[in-house]
């Protein structure tokens, strides 16, 4: 039996610590994953199969999430993540990767898209908006007092309704249900509270206009928390960019249907063989 291989760590100059793992095939394209608001690396494990053989991978996590450290001050705010992941890749020497992100993730990539726009091959960011706008905000704060008064289970019971496509969430909820516990009660109540709270007040609309590389936004038809008017709304703010909408797909397409996702990414990236009309 293969052992599992054992985490690895990145020091920043702050100190803060951020778990991460390469895998992939070292002779291909960087491609780094950027995982949603309250998860971890885990999130990826559907689509990693499916691009290990065509990329070299960065998966890791952010403050606050899976394994990597949970600074006490708070918020995290995405221009934070972003920085740190920036810093991450400099570190690991890791030039012209490819974004693909979920989410929060997505939101990271604009951040890292518009600070460093000749950096990227391109990007693929699914459930992707340009700011935290007022209903998002209500959202967000709710989601932090469920899991302040109530722990993950009461949090993952507000949250789940927009998280996930309707069947796949009837046919999933209780393993969904479990992986969240886990995921966000693993460490200290304060990492996931920072990473809820780091979302208020975000807006990269004005700055996206600056964005060269080419960029992909795929979103679920069935998206309640990003939904797709909103997503294209970002789409038309990004010059030459391609909006996708994907149906019978909620908020989290990597993770509900991975093989449709991976066959998306590689034909945007132009690696794949011709497939099948989905």
Known sequence: MTPRPQPTFATLANGVKLHYR?????????????????????????VLPGLAGRFRILTFDSRGQGRSDAPEQGPYSTALLAAEAWELMVILGIEKPWLV????????????????????????????????DFAMGLKSEHWAHCLEVGGPLMQFDAVAPFLWGDRFLE????????????????????????QIRGVLGWDI???????????????????????????????????????????GIGHSFPVEDPKAFVRRVLNYVGLAQPTEKE
């Open 22 to 46: 390469i895998q992939g095939d070292p002779s291909k394209p960087w491609l780094v994953l950027l995982n949603g608001l309250l998860s971890d690396t885990t999130m990826w494990a559907g």
């Open 205 to 247: 609309r004005n700055r996206l206009s600056g964005i060269s590389a080419p960029v992909q936004l795929l979103c679920g038809a069935e998206d309640l928390l990003t939904p797709p008017w909103r997503c294209l709304e970002t789409a038309q703010l990004i010059p030459h960019s391609r909006f996708e909408l994907v149906a």
């Open 101 to 132: 992100g979920l989410s929060n993730g997505s939101a990271m990539s604009l951040e890292l898209l518009s600070d460093h726009p000749q950096s990227f091959a391109g990007a693929v960011l699914t459930s992707s908006v340009a700011c935290t």
């Open 171 to 194: 046919a999933r909820h209780g393993v969904l249900r479990a992986y969240h516990q886990v995921v966000t009660g693993r460490g200290p109540t304060h990492g996931p509270l920072h």
